[in-house]
């Protein structure tokens, strides 16, 4: 069973959303969950930290573009940092790199 660890920064210009594990069809909706929830508090200037992500499937990745499109429908922002892997690998592939305001690659 895929485990994802989802940690929540709350700052005054953006909230920091660490992610830690696989991001697949089992724990998408964990993540999911977590980003309504800020949504709901208004929160909708978020960065995920990709860094420490192991795993990204389209189930995780349509997760993302789909809180993408719900915090720019209230003038937010949804940047991805630390990506690599396999997430920076669909990213390029797919073209959906610039459905995000910023992507800023791991330095490795």
């Known amino acids: 069973m895929a485990d994802l660890n989802v940690e929540v920064e709350r700052g005054d210009a ?16 964990q993540l999911k969950d977590c980003l309504v929830k800020l949504l709901a508090e208004g929160r ?22 789909e809180h993408q499109r719900r915090v720019a429908a209230r003038a937010g922002s949804l940047c991805l940092v630390g990506v690599h892997g396999v997430l920076q690998r669909v990213l390029d592939v797919t073209g959906l790199k610039a459905a995000f305001d910023d992507v800023l690659r791991a330095e490795r």
Do not use: H, N, Y
């Open 14 to 29: 953006a909230t920091l959303v660490r992610l830690d594990g696989d991001l697949d069809k089992l724990t998408a909706p």
């Open 44 to 65: 909708v200037r978020v960065v995920i930290d990709a860094g420490q992500l192991e795993f990204c499937d389209s189930s995780g990745l349509w997760a993302l573009v």
